[in-house]
Nanobody, 122 residues
Framework: QVQLVESGGGLVQAGGSLRLSCAAS????????MGWFRQAPGKEREFVAA????????MYANSVKGRFTISRDNAKNTVYLQMNSLKPEDTAVYYC???????????????WGQGTQVTVSS
């Protein structure tokens, strides 16, 4: 069982940056692949980024590649999403996810947090 709590969302102007954090409970955090999804109003939840348990593999949606970076600190049971060059279309609720298998996180399976709102003004 893994419980996830996201933080770091907020309001930022276009071109700005935010860093999201996701704190995980449980002693097996380091064995889980982690990911970020987002859901904008009226749209389906979409994949943003994922990272393997040892941080050796990462994957990004084309829409965020080159602007967002996912990382993790297993000693702190925390995964991060550094978001740079933010655009209004990045506005969404961002959710953190965890699954023992990397590709299961990518398709949206596993445990999920409650989300944190990111709003990018133009």
């Amino acid at each position: 069982q893994v419980q996830l709590v996201e933080s770091g969302g907020g309001l930022v102007q276009a071109g700005g940056s935010l860093r999201l954090s996701c704190a995980a409970s449980g002693r097996t955090f380091s064995s889980y692949a982690m990911g970020w999804f987002r859901q904008a109003p009226g749209k389906e939840r979409e994949f943003v980024a994922a990272i393997s348990w040892g941080a050796g593999s990462t994957m990004y949606a084309n829409s965020v590649k080159g602007r967002f970076t996912i990382s993790r600190d297993n000693a702190k049971n925390t995964v991060y999403l550094q978001m740079n060059s933010l655009k209004p279309e990045d506005t969404a609720v961002y959710y953190c996810g965890a699954d023992p298998k990397f590709m299961m996180v990518v398709i949206g399976s596993g445990y999920w947090g409650q989300g944190t709102q990111v709003t990018v003004s133009s």
